[in-house]
């Protein structure tokens, strides 16, 4: 049997709900530039896609928008007026303390620059040895190359690593390395393992020692 090493978490829709802030923060940018407030695909989009992808798409609708200006913009905006509206998940810091001294914890999320100031503000920073953003690696979500990086940061295979992931994007990014994935609060995936809180990980077979 193959000892669990490394357990990877996604952030949005895992560690944090977080889909208010995502609510508030690309209707800010829209009001901004005068354009009419997400509709609620819009917001599902945004919720699971990168910051690049997500811009684009929700200024589809007025192409003649420079997207550099919006860029640009939103480079200038502080997020720290949005973490009021994100939750972290209430067993999280508890599952945390459980597993830091047993396994290696990191991050893979298509945040970009918002990650950090995330993990300083909820003092959750010294959990994770690597976090891994679309903004460092090379490639976002979902295509593998975080979850390769990390894998090699500690010098693990995949089948000694679990991934915590939400969202079809979360699916796919998992699948693409063999990860085996840890459905959150989501029955529809293809996963694994299904769970809709933190402490019941700790009974799934790979954490049962």
């Avoid at 949005?12 to 354009?35: I, P, T, W």
């Avoid at 509206?85 to 298509?110: G, V």
């Avoid at 933190?198 to 049962?208: T, W």
């Amino acid at each position: 049997m193959v000892m669990l090493k490394l357990v990877i978490f996604d952030c949005d829709g895992v560690m944090f709900d977080s889909k208010e802030a995502n609510r508030e923060y690309y209707n800010h940018l829209l009001s901004r530039f005068e354009l009419p407030l997400m509709d609620a695909e819009e917001l599902d989009y945004v919720h699971i896609h990168n910051v690049m992808d997500s811009v684009r798409h929700i200024f589809r609708r007025c192409p003649e928008q420079d997207l550099d200006e919006i860029h640009a913009y939103r480079n200038s905006v502080d997020y720290l007026q949005f973490l009021q509206f994100m939750k972290m998940e209430d067993d999280l810091l508890e599952f945390l303390e459980k597993t830091r001294s047993h396994y290696h914890l990191a991050i893979s999320t298509n945040r970009t620059n918002t990650m950090e100031p995330i993990l300083k503000i909820f003092k959750l920073a010294d959990y994770f040895g690597k976090v891994m953003t679309a903004e460092n690696a090379k490639r976002p979500k979902p295509a593998p190359d975080a979850l390769i990086e990390i894998l090699d940061h500690y010098g693990c295979r995949a089948e000694e690593a679990i991934y915590i992931g939400d969202s079809t994007i979360d699916q796919e990014h998992a699948a693409a390395c063999d990860i085996p994935l840890i459905a959150f609060k989501n029955k529809a995936l293809d996963a694994k393992f299904h769970v809709d809180n933190f402490m019941a990980i700790l009974n799934l077979p790979p954490f049962v020692k």
